[in-house]
């Protein structure tokens, strides 16, 4: 599975619990690893170490980028390349929530979750498209089970997520065979996000949350991980799919 030391992977959002696990699992497959993030510059550069340190990664690079900007996309891909080379793999990660009931969603509510998960997930992957020159390439976007069956209060992420399972088909149809384009959509994934939605530092509330899971506990985020190093294995015949890592918990 390793690729040639010369193949590079780009994880947006790279900071989140999703983030950090894939970045840590495609560097320990062999990839030098660009870690494109919003956050704190301390803390992308310690991953970035780490990653070389800890997990083999060839390099690693963070890279502060707006993905929402087509400038500062077009940048965050310039810079990659000219210090890894080819970028191989691109796996659109970043997001954003602002939950509103349906009536209440603003203008911005609804444009920022559009540009941030819909709008980043078109233009990192149209750039990496334009550039790419190689046979096996790879995108993997990340989805969400309530882009498939919707939640209160979330009209504008779900709606987002799923335009990104819609367009994930649209691009696997247009750029196949030479790049394969998947989506990974996590279930209840233990993340700092989902504890804080679910409150489940109060009594009950993971037990609760675990009950309908036919495997009966939360996802890992190396569960989520694990599937995007699988999906970009050389070769995989497997493409334009959405793969859902949530324990059985929503099947179709």
């Given at each position: 599975m390793?690729?040639l030391m010369?193949?590079?992977?780009l994880?947006?959002?790279a900071?989140?619990?999703i983030g950090?696990a894939?970045a840590r699992?495609l560097?320990?497959?062999g990839f030098?690893i660009?870690?494109?993030?919003?956050?704190s510059?301390?803390q992308a550069?310690?991953l970035?170490i780490?990653?070389?340190?800890?997990c083999g990664?060839p390099?690693?690079?963070?890279i502060e980028?707006?993905v929402r900007?087509?400038?500062?996309?077009?940048?965050?891909?310039e810079?990659?390349?000219?210090?890894?080379?080819?970028i191989?793999?691109?796996?659109n990660?970043?997001?954003?929530?602002?939950?509103?009931?349906?009536?209440?969603l603003?203008?911005d509510?609804?444009?920022?979750?559009?540009e941030t998960?819909?709008g980043?997930?078109?233009l990192?992957s149209?750039?990496?498209a334009?550039?790419?020159?190689?046979?096996?390439?790879?995108?993997?976007n990340i989805g969400s089970?309530?882009?498939?069956?919707?939640?209160p209060n979330?009209?504008?992420?779900?709606?987002a997520?799923?335009?990104v399972v819609?367009?994930?088909?649209?691009?696997?149809?247009e750029?196949?065979p030479?790049?394969?384009?998947?989506?990974?959509?996590?279930?209840?994934i233990?993340t700092a996000e989902?504890?804080?939605?679910y409150?489940?530092?109060e009594p009950?509330?993971?037990a609760?949350?675990e009950?309908?899971?036919?495997l009966?506990?939360?996802g890992r985020?190396?569960d989520?991980?694990?599937t995007i190093?699988?999906?970009v294995?050389?070769?995989r015949?497997v493409?334009?799919?959405n793969?859902l890592?949530d324990?059985g918990?929503?099947?179709?």
């Open positions: 390793a690729p010369a193949a590079a992977a994880i947006t959002g900071l989140s619990d950090r894939t699992e560097a320990r497959a030098a660009v870690l494109d993030h919003r956050g510059d301390a550069k310690q970035a780490s990653l070389e340190r800890d990664a390099k690693a690079l963070a980028a707006d900007d087509r400038e500062q996309v077009a940048a965050l891909f810079r990659a390349e000219s210090e890894l080379g080819s191989e793999v691109l796996v990660n970043a997001g954003v929530n602002r939950d509103r009931p349906f009536t209440e603003s203008a509510d609804w444009e920022t979750v559009l998960v819909l980043g997930t078109f990192c149209q750039e990496f334009r550039r790419y020159r190689g046979e096996k390439g790879n995108i993997v089970v309530t882009a498939l069956k919707g939640r979330g009209a504008n992420y779900c709606s997520r799923a335009g819609a367009l994930t088909k649209c691009m696997a149809l750029l196949a030479r790049i394969r384009v998947n989506t990974v959509t996590p279930g209840r233990d989902l504890r804080a939605r409150r489940l530092d009950g509330n993971l609760r949350l009950h309908d899971v036919p009966a506990r939360l985020p190396e989520v991980a694990e190093a699988f999906l294995g050389s070769d015949y493409t334009g799919q793969l890592v324990g918990l929503f099947m179709h």
